[in-house]
């Protein structure tokens, strides 16, 4: 059966769009979580300290989902053909579309679950979009999507980095995926791109010097050293010098496409939004999340610096 059931959920995952999928087998992670502590003991997550909460379901997610066999690691691209001007204010790829990727890929997973249901009957899931206590990187290189790249996030060798990733846990045994080999090798090119030195080490990254930390999660003034570099929500710096993602493959899901009332604006244009059409423009974007205070912020830190 596990042959099977395999096979026909690597289906169901690509009929949904998303181009990898990958299996492995649920084991606690205590490594991982102590490397986790580690790096929150030193301060390394600013204020995001709900980082350091479920502590014990980041570790073992039987306790999520009871009689977890296995994890079902997806990886959907968002990058698309079209290029920020760099005079202008940008924000990050992931963010250009109207709509929220967590509900456009929880709606799909939805689809696959139900799918799954309905060809195993006594198949019992629970499914996650960078929102739940799942150590979502850890999963995705233990079932082969990629592996985890010096800038922190998980590199494709064919498709580069910019995807989303979700998994799927589920009571079942599947046909599990190896890891795939760390490309990175020496390569530093991420680490000597980032501006305020953020990578501080091999795949290790201080939130307290990060654009993305600080246009998006920083909701109190951004410190003058911090330069975004023209970055007014996010920064896909390292990723966008990655040599991984020079062969451009393009999502054709047009939920990510640049909004055009955003996208190549100047900053005056963008500082004019009021209140009420910032909340309505971005009712369903993941921008959302700066606020507009962090908005006006981050587009005057633009202004003051250029």
Known sequence: MSNELSDKIKEFCLAEGFFKTGFSKYEKLTNEV???????????????NWISRNEEKREDISLILSGVKSVISLAYMYDTPFLHDESLPKISRYAWG?????????????????????ICGDAETKYYVDDGPVMEKVWAVKSGIGWLGKHGNVINEERGS??????????????????????????????????????????????????????????????SYIDLSGWIFG????????????????????????????????????????????????????????????????????????
């Open 98 to 118: 109207k709509t929220d990727y967590h509900k456009v890929l929880k709606s799909k997973l939805e689809i696959i679950c139900n799918k799954i249901k309905s």
């Open 34 to 48: 102590t490397h986790l502590n580690n790096w929150i003991s030193e301060g390394r997550n600013a204020d995001m």
């Open 162 to 223: 910019f995807f989303f990733l979700c998994e799927i846990l589920i009571n079942k045994e599947l046909n599990y995926d190896n890891p795939v080999d760390n490309l990175c090798e020496s390569c530093k090119i991420c680490i000597d791109a980032c501006p305020t030195g953020a990578i501080y080490d091999d795949y290790k990254v201080d939130s307290n010097l990060c654009i993305s930390y600080h246009t998006i999660e920083n909701k109190n003034e951004i410190p």
């Open 235 to 306: 920064c896909d710096i390292c990723q966008d010098v990655c040599p991984f993602n020079k062969r451009k493959h393009f999502t054709d899901d047009n939920n990510f496409y640049p909004m055009k009332e955003v996208f190549g604006k100047t900053a005056d244009e963008l500082k004019s939004l009021s209140k009420e059409k910032f909340d309505t423009l971005f009712v369903d974007s993941p921008v959302k999340r700066t606020k507009y205070a962090g908005w006006q912020r981050n587009l005057n830190k633009f202004t003051t610096k250029d």
